[in-house]
């Protein structure tokens, strides 16, 4: 660095890796890097890494010249960002655990704490596929299925329960799922599902999502129905969000998105469908990938000094 910036310490907490960047106000990322996630370790230990991890962030900023002024970090699962707390982690092992209060009080730097999907979202909204607009939907379609709610230019939370969009059902027939209904959304159109559901008929594995893709469009008559399926779920659970909240952009992340236009086109015919007095929303695949994480963690770091 040749100049002395203001920076924040940025961690996006996953089941696998700690993603960390250090960031400025102008979201500019001066450094990046990832640690493994010590979940096999236990949730303390988890709670140690992030706090060592962000640690050795801030000193490299520093030690760069730059300012540290806090911290931001985001973690899966049920979070209640105003309350500081993560309810329930299931692959992490936490619940209702003060998470905020532990880590601030150890790195002695202001902490903007969040959900990892909402952050990701709220870097969508202001930085990435739905900047310039004030009501937005951001669903990350990936072994799990979520959602992260900007409404009027607010992002949704209501104590930590708001966006599972995963879990609205489908088909009451269908699949059990983890949470104790059937025929929840992830079932049927997360890329875990859709893996799943061609093994079962075909006997043979997918390397991910996106090999059903392109499958489906090279001829495959199983595919095709596994992610045609798909869409049709997929779409039937963003029919009942425009219909509640009638954003302006419904913004596609995650490995199932990864396939673009397989994925977007035949899933804004089957909402299109759907629709009949709704705003239509645009869909979009999502701009920032798996670093919209990092850059919510890094926007709330910045507006919890501010």
């Not at 000193?59 to 730059?66: D, T």
């Not at 890329?191 to 499958?215: C, D, N, P």
């Not at 709704?278 to 000094?305: H, K, M, S, T, Y």
């Amino acid at each position: 660095m040749t100049t002395s910036p203001e920076l924040v310490v940025a961690i996006d907490v996953g089941g696998t890796r700690l993603k960390g960047a250090l960031v400025d106000a102008a979201a500019h990322r001066f450094h990046e890097e990832t640690r493994s996630t010590p979940r096999d370790q236990g949730p303390d230990a988890v709670v140690d890494a992030i706090v060592a991890f962000a640690t050795e962030l801030a000193e490299r900023g520093r030690r760069a010249g730059g300012t540290v002024s806090g911290a931001g970090v985001v973690v899966p699962g049920l979070v209640d960002e105003s309350k500081g707390v993560a309810i329930l982690s299931a692959n992490l092992g936490w619940r209702d655990l003060p998470l905020r209060s532990m880590i601030e009080s150890r790195l002695a730097l202001p902490l903007g704490f969040g959900q990892d999907v909402r952050a990701g979202g709220l870097a969508e909204f202001r930085l990435g596929a739905a900047r310039g607009t004030v009501t937005a939907l951001f669903v990350p379609v990936g072994t799990g299925i979520g959602a992260a709610m900007v409404v009027d230019g607010h992002l949704v939370s209501s104590g930590g329960l708001a966006g599972e969009i995963g879990h609205v059902a489908v088909d009451p027939a269908g699949a059990s799922c983890g949470c104790g209904r059937r025929g929840c959304l992830e079932t049927v159109a997360s890329a875990a599902a859709v893996m799943r559901r061609y093994a079962e008929r075909t006997g043979r594995a997918a390397s991910g999502g996106g090999e059903i893709a392109h499958l489906a469009v090279s001829g495959d008559p199983v595919a095709r129905m596994v992610w045609d399926e798909a869409v049709d779920a997929l779409a039937a659970g963003l029919a009942t969000c425009t219909t509640l909240l009638a954003p302006e952009v419904i913004v596609l992340g995650g490995g199932l998105a990864e396939s673009g236009g397989l994925l977007l086109d035949p899933l804004r015919g089957a909402l299109d469908a759907r629709l009949t007095f709704e705003r239509r929303p645009r869909l979009a695949r999502a701009e920032l990938g798996d670093r919209a994480g990092a850059l919510g963690a890094a926007l709330l770091a910045w507006e919890r000094l501010r």
